[in-house]
């Protein structure tokens, strides 16, 4: 019988949600500072901990989570749910070591921060070109096509149609909103987003009777444990997840019977039982799927890139109004990636003991007549779970939770994409820029990002696989741990210069593309097919790559950074934990020093900011801006009018020098003067720029530091608070790890 449709109740529900976050978006839009750098692209650091902490996750948790954390675990068991409690982990990394550094150095994206760190521009454009380029091959494609299987299983739209559609929609958010937007929607899905995932898990681990080994241990430490040997029905009462998963195999009579056209192959027969270890999280060095010690000495590095150097994660805790809401923030979404396991990873397995003749495919062929694809079919686990146990109405919420996952992903990854284009490319080549182009450009290219992604969507059908989780850790698993030894040694190592940085780099991204090249030459073949790969495509597991390349790659930096002239002291002033420290330090020694002459100035401070009133924090960072000066481009309103200025002017320029600016920005910045035309009105109105900049004046070094100061400091009683809650979510992510790798 065919699982149900969606109902004109699940349609309300669906468009009820989409007008919902289009006046949430545009609301944010005209609320916050849309003409400058820092109100777009961070928001203005304005954001509070609860916001930013719901956007960190929802950012993270995707439709390719949906499917793809679903379908492992339908396919493989527990095993996937281990890089959602690793993320628990690396979020406390990102908020204790590497945004304490971020912030101090003053810097928007990270090919910025590695720009200040090292210097030179070589390894600067070299992360650009790679994260661009993985936001589209293991993000935009595998998102488009995570979002439109579950379009096509729940209302049978055409996929380009749906893929279109809900490009054009957030992108017009991303485009209109910038980061406030990005982060006030995402605040809004992240409720929407596990309320249903948490209706869907209730219901499912109700038709199963429940998870009954984490029952009985919860029995057992309450001191509440029952014989059940003489209670009636006490099979039943034992019998949940657990004991059903183990059970669940398709029947390869019925299936071979309903079909004259299928064959089982003794090859393909050694998936159709659940693996002996399912139940575990971590496993043994050589199993195919999570190997223990490849996922701790290769993944982790490997998602060290993602938690703490990807755009898309940094950007959201840069918005945080300081240090202590920026912690308090990763603290939350550590807290939440708890959740993924029990709502998406549990159900995925659940889907199986529900559907096994049509998750559990007997041969290629009889894929292609479940799912439309001979590789398997654990990716259509989640939809067909919704649409098979979910109500009328909540199937529609559930689409409406799947299409909040979609379109959060895509607008941080357009937003993010484009704050590093725009700052880290187009900056570059045009030296003499104004920040209202820059927002502007970088609104064109969310813009040359949908094209590109709708171009994308006949290679995205194409590319459909086993399961897409994988896919994406093993593409990213070539590609990015020499990343993360190249950001981990720039912060920890003020020795580590930028020869060995980028020699180490290159060493790494040449073996790994390599070996990804070669994957995608030698592909896996069906399971009625003999595999003829070679040994060290076949035998070697992805993780174990990735350990030997960020090991490598960190070996090499090492080693030419110690032949190597040294860093100058203006390189890691800023840059490393132990500037951070020391500039700490000698700001504590200045304080004790000054304190003295603190009420003398006070009557010169009054007058003087009688004549010009100081800016609060918030201000100096979101109404003028001091461009990232890479490149020695500064950029500021003066009389109310935005200034480009080049390495030579000076902070004190005369009114006359000011006016021949001016009029150099209307020329070199816009490409001429005069009076606005009702297009271009409509443009700026559209883009969210037709009010006239704030008139404020030019930030001094002094004030910056100030502001950099008062972003980084933490009260005795709140830095207790937070420490506090870095060991207890430590404590979790640890105890869950042990316990569900000795869970049998």
Same mark, same amino acid.
């Given at each position: !019988?065919?699982?149900?449709?969606?109902?004109?109740?699940?349609?309300?529900?669906?468009?009820?949600?989409?007008?919902?976050?289009?006046?949430?978006?545009? @609301?944010?839009?005209? =609320?916050?500072?849309?003409?400058?750098?820092?109100?777009?692209?961070?928001?203005? =650091?304005? !954001?509070?901990?609860?916001?930013?902490?719901?956007?960190?996750?929802?950012?993270?948790?995707?439709?390719?989570?949906?499917?793809?954390?679903?379908? $492992?675990?339908?396919?493989?068991?527990?095993?996937?749910?281990?890089?959602?409690?690793?993320?628990?982990?690396?979020?406390?990394?990102?908020?204790?070591?590497?945004?304490?550094?971020?912030?101090?150095?003053?810097?928007?994206?990270?090919?910025?921060?590695?720009?200040?760190? @090292?210097?030179?521009?070589?390894?600067?454009?070299?992360?650009?070109?790679?994260?661009?380029?993985?936001?589209?091959?293991?993000?935009?494609? %595998?998102?488009?096509?995570?979002?439109?299987?579950?379009?096509?299983?729940?209302?049978?739209?055409?996929?380009?149609?749906?893929?279109?559609?809900?490009?054009?929609?957030?992108?017009?958010?991303?485009?209109?909103?910038?980061?406030?937007? %990005?982060?006030?929607?995402?605040?809004?899905?992240?409720?929407?987003?596990?309320?249903?995932?948490?209706?869907?898990?209730?219901?499912?681990?109700?038709?199963?009777?429940?998870?009954?080994?984490?029952?009985?241990?919860?029995? $057992?430490?309450?001191?509440?444990?029952?014989?059940?040997?003489?209670?009636?029905?006490?099979?039943?009462?034992?019998?949940?997840? =657990?004991?059903?998963?183990?059970?669940?195999?398709? *029947?390869?009579?019925?299936?071979?019977?309903?079909?004259?056209?299928?064959?089982?192959?003794?090859?393909?027969?050694?998936?159709?039982?659940?693996?002996?270890?399912?139940?575990?999280?971590?496993?043994?060095?050589?199993?195919?799927?999570?190997?223990?010690?490849?996922?701790?000495?290769?993944?982790?590095? #490997?998602?060290?890139?993602?938690?703490?150097?990807?755009?898309?994660?940094?950007?959201?805790?840069?918005?945080?109004?300081?240090?202590?809401?920026?912690?308090?923030?990763?603290?939350?979404?550590?807290?939440?990636?708890?959740?993924?396991?029990?709502?998406?990873?549990?159900?995925?397995?659940?889907?199986?003991?529900?559907?096994? *003749?049509?998750?559990?495919?007997?041969?290629?062929?009889?894929?292609?007549?479940?799912?439309?694809?001979?590789?398997?079919?654990?990716?259509?686990?989640?939809?067909?779970?919704?649409?098979?146990?979910?109500?009328?109405?909540?199937?529609?919420?559930? !689409?409406?939770?799947?299409? #909040?996952?979609?379109?959060?992903?895509?607008?941080?990854?357009? *937003?993010?994409?484009?704050? &590093?284009?725009?700052?880290? &490319?187009?900056? !570059?080549?045009?030296?003499?820029?104004?920040?209202?182009?820059?927002?502007?450009?970088?609104?064109? @290219?969310?813009?040359?990002?949908?094209?590109?992604?709708?171009?994308?969507?006949?290679?995205?059908?194409?590319?459909?696989?086993?399961?897409?989780?994988?896919?994406?850790?093993?593409?990213?698993?070539?590609?990015?741990?020499?990343?993360?030894?190249?950001?981990?040694?720039?912060?920890?190592?003020?020795?580590?210069?930028?020869?060995?940085?980028?020699?180490?780099?290159?060493?790494?991204?040449?073996?790994? #593309?390599?070996?990804?090249?070669?994957?995608?030459?030698?592909?896996?073949?069906?399971?009625?097919?003999?595999?003829?790969?070679?040994?060290?495509?076949?035998?070697?597991?992805?993780?174990?790559?990735?350990?030997?390349?960020?090991?490598?790659?960190?070996?090499?930096?090492?080693?030419?950074?110690?032949?190597?002239?040294?860093?100058?002291?203006?390189? &890691?002033?800023?840059?490393?934990?132990?500037?951070?420290? =020391?500039?700490?330090?000698?700001?504590?020694?200045?304080?004790?020093?000054?304190?003295?002459?603190?009420?003398?100035?006070?009557?010169?401070?009054?007058?003087?900011?009688?004549?010009?009133?100081?800016?609060?924090?918030?201000?100096?960072?979101?109404?003028?801006?001091?461009? +990232? /000066?890479?490149?020695?481009?500064?950029?500021?309103?003066? /009389?109310?009018?935005?200034?480009?200025?080049?390495?030579?002017?000076?902070?004190? /320029?005369?009114?006359?020098?000011?006016?021949?600016?001016?009029?150099?920005?209307?020329?070199?910045? @816009?490409?001429?003067?005069?009076?606005?035309?009702?297009?271009?009105? #409509?443009?700026?109105?559209?883009?969210?720029?037709?009010?006239?900049?704030?008139?404020?004046?030019?930030?001094?070094?002094?004030?910056?530091?100030?502001?950099?100061?008062?972003?980084?400091?933490?009260? +005795?009683?709140?830095?207790?608070?937070?420490?506090?809650?870095?060991?207890? &979510?430590?404590?979790?992510?640890?105890?869950?790890?042990?316990?569900?790798?000795?869970?049998?």
């Amino acid at each position: !019988m065919a699982p149900p449709t969606m109902e004109v109740l699940d349609i309300v529900v669906v468009v009820v949600y989409f007008l919902l976050v289009l006046v949430i978006g545009f @609301f944010a839009m005209r =609320r916050g500072n849309q003409n400058t750098v820092s109100g777009y692209f961070l928001a203005g =650091r304005s !954001m509070n901990w609860a916001a930013v902490g719901a956007s960190l996750f929802v950012s993270n948790i995707g439709s390719e989570h949906f499917i793809g954390l679903a379908g $492992s675990g339908a396919l493989s068991g527990l095993s996937v749910a281990a890089w959602e409690l690793n993320a628990l982990l690396l979020l406390q990394v990102l908020g204790w070591v590497f945004i304490p550094v971020y912030i101090h150095s003053g810097v928007y994206t990270m090919p910025e921060y590695l720009s200040k760190r @090292f210097g030179g521009k070589r390894l600067r454009v070299y992360f650009t070109i790679l994260s661009l380029l993985l936001y589209i091959f293991t993000k935009l494609s %595998v998102d488009l096509y995570a979002g439109a299987l579950f379009i096509q299983e729940s209302l049978g739209w055409n996929l380009y149609l749906s893929i279109i559609l809900l490009i054009t929609m957030t992108a017009l958010l991303t485009v209109t909103g910038g980061l406030v937007a %990005v982060i006030y929607t995402d605040t809004v899905q992240a409720f929407l987003m596990i309320g249903g995932a948490l209706c869907l898990a209730g219901i499912s681990f109700f038709k199963v009777g429940g998870l009954e080994g984490l029952y009985w241990f919860c029995l $057992s430490v309450t001191g509440l444990g029952v014989d059940v040997q003489h209670k009636p029905h006490s099979d039943v009462l034992l019998s949940g997840v =657990r004991t059903k998963y183990m059970q669940a195999t398709p *029947n390869i009579s019925a299936i071979l019977l309903s079909s004259s056209n299928l064959t089982l192959s003794e090859s393909c027969s050694h998936h159709l039982k659940p693996k002996p270890d399912s139940l575990k999280l971590l496993r043994g060095p050589l199993d195919p799927d999570l190997p223990w010690p490849g996922f701790l000495l290769g993944q982790t590095p #490997a998602s060290l890139w993602y938690w703490c150097s990807d755009q898309v994660i940094v950007q959201r805790v840069l918005a945080a109004k300081n240090i202590a809401h920026a912690k308090g923030s990763t603290l939350m979404a550590g807290f939440l990636k708890i959740l993924p396991m029990f709502i998406i990873v549990i159900p995925g397995m659940i889907a199986r003991i529900l559907f096994p *003749n049509e998750l559990v495919c007997v041969s290629p062929e009889h894929c292609m007549e479940m799912c439309g694809t001979a590789t398997g079919c654990s990716n259509v686990a989640y939809p067909r779970l919704v649409m098979s146990v979910m109500p009328a109405g909540l199937r529609g919420l559930m !689409m409406a939770v799947m299409i #909040a996952a979609l379109m959060s992903d895509l607008d941080s990854i357009f *937003n993010s994409a484009s704050t &590093i284009f725009t700052l880290d &490319i187009y900056q !570059m080549v045009r030296k003499r820029v104004s920040s209202r182009e820059l927002v502007l450009v970088g609104r064109l @290219f969310v813009v040359f990002m949908v094209v590109i992604s709708i171009a994308w969507v006949p290679v995205i059908i194409e590319m459909q696989g086993g399961q897409i989780f994988y896919y994406i850790q093993e593409v990213s698993g070539y590609l990015t741990p020499p990343i993360a030894a190249l950001f981990l040694l720039g912060t920890l190592w003020k020795r580590c210069n930028e020869a060995g940085a980028f020699w180490g780099a290159m060493c790494g991204f040449v073996l790994g #593309a390599l070996r990804l090249v070669l994957v995608f030459i030698y592909r896996e073949p069906h399971c009625s097919q003999p595999d003829q790969r070679p040994t060290f495509i076949k035998d070697v597991h992805f993780m174990y790559v990735a350990a030997v390349l960020f090991w490598l790659s960190a070996l090499v930096t090492v080693v030419v950074s110690l032949c190597t002239p040294p860093p100058t002291k203006e390189q &890691i002033r800023t840059t490393t934990l132990w500037g951070l420290q =020391r500039i700490k330090r000698s700001k504590e020694q200045e304080t004790e020093e000054s304190g003295n002459y603190i009420n003398a100035l006070k009557p010169l401070n009054s007058f003087l900011n009688k004549e010009e009133p100081e800016d609060p924090p918030d201000q100096l960072y979101g109404q003028h801006e001091v461009l +990232p /000066n890479s490149y020695g481009i500064k950029s500021n309103h003066i /009389n109310g009018q935005h200034v480009c200025r080049s390495p030579m002017s000076g902070p004190n /320029n005369t009114q006359e020098e000011a006016g021949r600016e001016r009029h150099e920005e209307e020329e070199d910045c @816009f490409g001429g003067g005069g009076e606005q035309g009702r297009c271009t009105k #409509a443009l700026w109105w559209c883009c969210g720029l037709h009010k006239n900049p704030t008139r404020t004046r030019v930030t001094t070094g002094q004030e910056q530091q100030k502001v950099v100061s008062e972003l980084l400091h933490e009260p +005795p009683a709140t830095r207790i608070l937070l420490n506090v809650g870095l060991v207890t &979510i430590g404590s979790v992510g640890i105890f869950i790890f042990i316990y569900f790798s000795l869970w049998v």
